[in-house]
């Protein structure tokens, strides 16, 4: 599987905001400066974010944007959803509505299966199980 460049760098940037301490307002130039991500780009990415129910934004004198829960309550399936859509393996693998083999074929269940084993990964992984292992920026 391969993440767009956008969901990578979503998901480092509520990464980076859910090490921050608890409350923080954190600017989105902050996020940008110190992950290397274009600030426009990024702004788009938050913006999904905050639609998804990920993060919220504030404007005004605390503006900025913060988790709209605590890390261990936001999955990485979520982060990687919000921004690619759902993850499926649906029919026949190579597109053919006519294939005579689509309820029995191996490729298909071969790859359901991996979808399934990757979900559960995805699902049972959370923002703070990535803090755990990813160094202080």
Do not use: W
């Not at 004198?61 to 605590?70: D, H, S, V, Y």
């Not at 982060?79 to 074929?105: A, I, M, T, Y």
């Not at 298909?108 to 979900?119: E, I, Y």
């Amino acid at each position: 599987m391969r993440l767009k460049r956008g969901s990578e760098y979503g998901i480092h940037g509520v990464l980076y905001l859910a090490m921050q301490p608890k409350d923080k307002t954190t600017l989105l130039n902050e996020v940008a400066e110190v992950l290397k991500i274009p600030k426009s780009y990024l702004s788009k990415i938050f913006q999904t974010y905050t639609k998804a129910g990920i993060l919220k934004s504030f404007r005004g004198a605390k503006r900025g944007f913060a988790l709209t829960r605590p890390p261990e309550k936001i999955t990485l399936k979520e982060l990687v959803e919000s921004f690619e859509g759902k993850l499926l393996v649906e029919g026949c693998s190579l597109g053919r509505d006519d294939c005579p083999q689509n309820k029995h074929c191996s490729i298909s269940k071969r790859l359901r299966k991996a979808q399934s084993a990757m979900d559960e990964v995805l699902e049972k992984t959370s923002l703070k199980d990535l803090m755990m292992n990813f160094k202080k920026i």
